[in-house]
């Protein structure tokens, strides 16, 4: 007996508990000389509300558009990321593998005027090959960002160099703008530019060089030709970059 009447008391303040979480959502009388719906719930005002807003859409087709509207953001979304993929992340690699070089190339000529100066251009040609060959195998947002910064850093110290010269006695001059120079600024540039749309873009991965664009391959070609020229034209090329 005291069994079922401990089951009873359960089972009551079961049903007691149960009561007060709908009792909200029922809705009460109204009362004498009270406005009709007056005492509407809370979550039914807002049901209703938002039913009206739906079929207020549905009626003057805006309920369509925003559809429509939100597939085609989606397509708007994986067309970036194709052209991410095969334009703006190969377009980033090779411009860095252009800037390396062209850094690389200039090594001994600037070992030859301070050993600060080449170590300089050793570690930023170093860090251009390795950026490039990490977004050869996985670019990632991590890797865009520090392309975009790294290159905007460089650049920087170019222009520093070229308008003011460097404090301490290292450059009390400017240096003369030579081809070396616009030639490499020109690359990270690119670098720079499709590192920040890429980042816009969300890209993350990159297709087969097979697959890239004709755009990037062109770019490519006059990347080498414009080397080979400054190359054999030290003249032009204006000493280093």
């Known amino acids: 007996m005291l069994v079922h009447s401990v089951h009873l008391a359960l089972v009551m303040a079961g ?6 979480l709908l009792g909200p959502t029922v809705p009460h009388r109204s009362r004498p000389g009270a406005r009709p719906g007056a005492a509407r719930d809370v979550h039914d005002a807002r049901t209703g ?3 009206a807003a739906v079929a207020r859409y549905a009626a003057d087709g ?8 939100s597939d085609r953001s989606g397509d708007h979304r994986l067309r970036l990321e194709s052209a991410g993929s095969t334009v703006l992340v190969p377009l980033a690699v090779t411009g860095s593998l252009a800037a390396a070089g062209i850094h690389a190339a200039l090594v001994p000529a600037h070992l030859q005027e301070r050993v600060l100066f080449g170590a300089f251009f050793v570690v930023v040609a170093v860090a251009q090959l390795g950026w490039a ?17 790294g290159n905007l850093a460089v650049l920087s110290l170019w222009a520093v160099t070229r308008t003011l010269g460097l404090p301490f006695g290292l450059l009390p001059r400017p240096e003369a703008v030579g081809g070396w120079d616009v030639a490499c600024a020109v690359a990270e ?3 720079v530019a499709s590192c920040a749309v890429g980042l816009r873009a969300g890209v993350r991965r990159i297709v087969p060089w097979r697959e890239w664009s004709p755009a990037v391959h062109a770019s490519a070609a006059l990347a080498a030709t414009v080397v080979v020229v400054l190359a054999l034209t030290p003249s032009w090329s204006g000493g280093h970059g």
Do not use: I, Q, T, Y
């Open 15 to 20: 049903l007691a508990g149960l009561g007060a």
């Open 49 to 51: 509300a938002l039913r």
């Open 62 to 69: 805006s309920l369509a558009d925003l559809l429509s509207a």
């Open 133 to 149: 060959e990490r977004g050869l195998r996985r670019p990632s947002r991590g890797w865009l960002l520090a392309g975009a910064v």
């Open 189 to 191: 540039l690119a670098v």
